[in-house]
């Protein structure tokens, strides 16, 4: 049961990194200026430092959830491994295929579908990410790792007489 507080500390990082290099692709509110689809598609950056920037991200974000994937695959987490069993899927033929990287003479005829791509997987890591969280919680309340450091009795008296000036 110890191990299983690691594994969603472990899980929870992984699941940050993969929104920030979602964030970092698409870039909603222009988080310090970045490059992104949507800086591509509004003319703010040219297609190559655009592709190159993007692609950069590409290659280690999927690697990152393949890791993800199998880690929930070997620890025996079934419901969570068949959510991301699609996206590990689809990465998988993309870059069997060749089709991963953004191309710079095909950027603009493929950015509305890359954003609704990198979209779609921004709210299922969004999903993962908050069944993560859930999953530390129950994982550490019921874990005996985090025992010496949950108050007793004697704690919280001392704490209400503090509170009580």
């Known amino acids: 049961m110890a191990w299983e507080v690691f594994l969603w500390i472990i899980f929870f990082i992984i699941n940050i990194a993969l929104i920030a290099s979602n964030l970092y692709q698409l870039d909603f509110q222009e988080l310090s200026k970045i490059v992104c689809l949507s ?6 950056m040219n297609p190559y430092e655009s592709s190159s920037r ?7 974000e999927m690697v990152l959830h393949g890791l993800c994937s199998a880690l929930l695959l070997f620890t025996g987490y079934w419901f969570m491994f068949l959510l991301t069993l699609p996206i590990t899927i689809y990465n998988s033929m993309l870059y069997i ?15 509305d579908a890359e954003k609704k791509y990198r979209i779609a997987k921004l709210a299922l890591y969004l999903f993962l ?10 994982a550490g309340k019921f874990s005996n790792v985090l025992e010496p450091f949950r108050p007793t009795n ?12």
């Open 54 to 60: 993007i692609n950069a991200v590409v290659v280690p």
């Open 154 to 165: 004697e704690d919280i008296d001392i704490l209400s007489h503090v509170l009580e000036f």
């Open 97 to 111: 295929n060749r089709q991963h990287l953004i191309d710079v003479t095909e950027v603009f005829r493929y950015v």
């Open 39 to 44: 800086d591509l598609e509004a003319d703010y």
């Open 129 to 138: 990410f908050l069944l993560v969280v859930i999953r530390s919680v129950i």
